[in-house]
Each structure stands twice: as C-alpha cells, then as structure tokens.
C-alpha cells in the first residue's frame, strides 16, 4: 500500500517540476524513477507511464503526456491516481534454426 505521506511528497515533487523524474536513473527527495514505457505516438503527443521507487521501497506507476513538436506541451495530471504495482519476471522462450 502506498503511504500517504510519500504520495504526498511525490504529488508535490510532480506539481513542483514532473520532469525531475522522467527518466530512468533520475531522482528527487529519495524518489527514483526504475522504469519508463513510451506509448504510441498520437498527433501531437505521446503517453508515458513511468515506475519511481518510493524511499520506503514502494513501486508507484504514474504517467504524462509528452510532446511531440517543439511546440507541444508536456502535461500532468494533477489529479491522477498511483498505482501500486510489483516487478514481475517473465522467461520467454525463443526458437531459431539453423542450417543444418
């Protein structure tokens, strides 16, 4: 479960400067951002989900919309939920042939 108060300081972290935290490696206040996935392109902007691990170890899942053109906005949802969420580990199994 996500502790209130550090979604508190995330909320206000992200209302300060969001982009403090949009890439992998990037940290803020014992925030530190783990994973990024890029939506697909629309017309003007992109959805970007992110993962930042809490200080207290906790995964949370938020996301903004990115620009596209050097005129394009990058906008946050102020109001947006977290989500908890867990790494899960996935094997996958691929097959190749070779000529024999």
Do not use: C, H
């Given at each position: 479960?996500?502790?209130?108060?550090?979604?508190?300081?995330?909320?206000?972290?992200?209302?300060?400067?969001?982009?403090?935290?949009?890439?992998?490696?990037?940290?803020?206040?014992?925030?530190?951002?783990?994973?990024?996935?890029?939506?697909?392109?629309?017309?003007?902007?992109?959805?970007?989900?992110?993962?930042?691990?809490?200080?207290?170890?906790?995964?949370?899942?938020?996301?903004?919309?990115?620009?596209?053109?050097?005129?394009?906005?990058?906008?946050?949802?102020?109001?947006?939920?977290?989500v908890e969420v867990k790494p899960v580990t996935?094997?996958?199994?691929?097959?190749?042939?070779?000529?024999?």
């Open positions: 479960m996500i502790n209130p108060t550090e979604e508190a300081q995330l909320r206000e972290i992200l209302a300060d400067d969001y982009v403090a935290l949009v890439a992998v490696g990037d940290e803020a206040d014992g925030f530190e951002t783990v994973s990024r996935e890029d939506g697909d392109n629309r017309r003007w902007s992109k959805y970007v989900t992110l993962v930042t691990k809490s200080p207290s170890g906790v995964f949370i899942q938020w996301g903004y919309d990115e620009g596209l053109t050097e005129y394009g906005e990058n906008e946050i949802d102020e109001s947006q939920k977290f996935r094997t996958i199994i691929v097959t190749e042939w070779a000529k024999v």
